[in-house]
């Protein structure tokens, strides 16, 4: 009963059965193999762009920030949420990869607003040469809140952007799971929308460790090259991130796979809302859940092996009535019967 994180399941069976095709004879290396060309004219099939510029990377980290270090200059400053995760979980990586750009935090929730958006841009470039100036927009989508930007909301925040001339970036770690969510095309969800850089997640919904960049506008291509490759992210072997994305890719298994986690979201939390004591408290689009049990069902949970973050508070010591928040997440690969033991047990 894994509801950690969709980094905690299993790679899908086909991922690995690419890995093991791929293991075979020679190819060549730094993304000349010809499983990458395939791979390359995939993506800009799915996102109607034939020019677009397609490049790999291993971890989403590396594609947010390399992607936005070819987007920003270094005396200038990235827009997002306070809970981006270029904010909350890469370490700085951003500010290190862009040689020193700051992040400029767009209100207080997990989604901007036009209105937010435009006071931040606002009170930035205000300062002429002391003053950060003004950098591209990062959007993500799903948000680490579990919530997924509208069609409508991703236009709206990149008119904003490019009213100031800015680019916008979207981190789109859990990308197939908002597609999927949206029942919508990968085109309309990004360039149609005003996006210009995407990171398109792979790790989180079946594959090993792959994570696409695109750029829509390819003027930017060779410097994302020698960018990855001065940040030590371009695979020798590339091909093993090739041969992920060709399986992720065929067949609609990205789209499938998110499909299945989000299925299994709606499920989890239908059953946490007849649990006695217990409250969702955001908005699962997708296939994330912020939720308060009461300290009781958390014991229950532990003690029958359940593995998922438990936010505040100590389970052990204390009123077993009291509510301690906690972040659930599904993947493709947990079992209707799990995710039913899970709930059986919440509820004693």
Known sequence: MYFASDNSGPAHPEVLAALARANTGYAMPYGADIIMDEVRE?????????EAAVYLVATGTAANALALATMC???????????????EDECNAPEFYTAGAKLSIVGTLDQMTPETLRSSIEAQ????????QRGPVSITQVTERGAVHSLAQIKAL????????????????????AQAALDCSAAEMTWKAGVDVVSFGGTKNGC?????VIFFDPTKAWEFELRRKRGAHLFSK??????????????????????????????LASGLRTVEGAQ???????????????????????AA????????????????????????VCDWSISEELIDTFLDVAKG
């Not at 995939?42 to 034939?50: G, K, V």
């Not at 090993?208 to 696409?212: D, H, L, N, S, Y």
């Not at 092996?305 to 659930?328: F, K, M, S, T």
């Open 305 to 328: 092996g359940a593995r998922y973050y438990v936010l505040a508070g100590d389970i052990d010591a204390g009123d077993p009535n009291e509510p301690l928040p906690c972040r659930l």
């Open 42 to 50: 995939t993506l800009r099939s799915i996102f109607e762009a034939p």
């Open 208 to 212: 090993m460790g792959v994570e696409a």
């Open 125 to 132: 470039q205000t300062r002429g040469v002391h003053g950060p």
């Open 73 to 87: 200059a270094p005396y200038e400053t990235v827009f997002c949420s306070p809970t981006a995760h270029i904010h």
């Open 158 to 177: 990149s008119d904003v952007a490019k009213s100031y001339g800015l680019g916008v970036h979207l981190d789109g770690a859990r990308f197939a799971n």
């Open 280 to 302: 969702i408290t955001n908005r699962p689009d997708a296939n994330i859940i912020f939720a308060e049990l009461p300290r009781a069902a958390h014991q229950r949970l532990a």
């Open 238 to 267: 590339h091909r093993f991130l090739s041969a992920q994305m060709q399986a992720y890719l065929a067949d609609d298994l990205w789209l499938k796979s998110a499909k299945q986690a989000n299925i299994n979201c709606q499920r």
